[in-house]
């Protein structure tokens, strides 16, 4: 038993120092007023990511379109939740292109692009991001490890800096929450 506490411990501690890293990244603090301005703003939210960060995504818009009332709503679309749109693009083009394909001829210059990436190397979401970055829409990244290509290639990214996918899928639905906390306590102006 004391080998498994050990290791829970570990787990634990190491969550923990993360997150008094992530109570300072400022970065939070902007893509809540990007969130802000694309509701008031009438603008689409478009998110995605793959295995968990693609159940964290689909979580973070039943958060946001369903848990959050006012108005105006939010327009938030989790791109990796339509299973037919999904295998249908993957079948006929490629898995690299099953975000990218979703908004092409939808996605605006006025429009949010998140994509959440444990390792930052998803081709899929990278493709997505530098195609709404090629439209002008407003990019963030939600990443682990070392953030990989997707930090570099968003216009903002939030780095959960950790190697372990537990982890950082933990604190990328904390950041999720800690956000839908604010709206929710009516924190925020806007």
Not at 30 to 38: K, S
Not at 165 to 183: C, P, R, V
Request: charged share 20%; net charge negative.
């Amino acid at each position: 038993m004391k080998k498994y506490e050990e290791n829970l411990e570990q787990y634990f501690n190491e969550e923990i120092m993360i997150l008094e890293h992530l109570k300072k990244d400022k970065n939070i603090v902007i893509l809540l007023d990007h969130l802000l301005n694309a509701r008031n703003n009438l603008r689409t939210i478009y998110i995605m990511g793959n295995g968990g960060s693609g159940a964290a995504a689909s979580h973070w818009v039943n958060d946001f379109n369903k848990g959050m009332h006012g108005t105006p709503p939010f327009k938030m679309i989790c791109l990796n939740d339509n299973i037919a749109t999904l295998t249908a693009i993957a079948n006929d083009d490629s898995y690299d292109n099953v975000f990218v394909k979703q908004l092409e001829f939808r996605v605006t210059n006025n429009d949010l692009v998140i994509g959440i990436s444990g390792s930052g190397n998803s081709r899929n979401v990278i493709k997505a991001i530098d195609y709404a970055n090629a439209v002008g829409a407003m990019t963030f990244a939600i990443v682990g490890f070392d953030g990989g290509k997707l930090k570099k290639e968003a216009k903002c990214a939030i780095h959960i800096n950790t190697n372990e996918m537990g982890i950082f899928e933990d604190l990328s639905m904390t950041i999720d929450h800690a956000i839908f906390y604010l709206f929710k306590k009516g924190l925020l102006n806007g």
